[in-house]
């Protein structure tokens, strides 16, 4: 199974206090599963990213010229929209 890769989050020690909070009422059988799950969250090596799958074709039945009419015509910020006239 692939895993997916997710960004970095840090935490301050107050966000993770609070974290600790709600985790220290859980029963000894769940806080060793989590300790594994954070464990083997700590070996695994950075995964390369497939930079292919960070974009792709716009699919849309429109032709260009539809999508540039509608994309002009939802634009709000026009000069009497600001006050300036």
């Not at 769940?30 to 974009?55: A, G, Q, Y």
Request: aromatic share 6%.
């Amino acid at each position: 199974m692939k895993k997916k890769s997710m960004a970095n989050l840090t935490l301050n020690n107050k966000t993770l206090e609070k974290y600790f909070g709600v985790l220290r009422g859980l029963d000894n059988l769940s806080k060793k599963n989590l300790i594994i799950k954070l464990t083997e969250s700590l070996e695994l090596k950075d995964e390369k990213v497939d930079l292919k799958t960070l974009f792709g074709a716009w699919e849309d039945d429109k032709d260009s010229d539809e999508i540039i009419k509608e994309i002009r015509a939802s634009r709000i910020e026009k000069i009497e929209d600001l006050g300036f006239e």
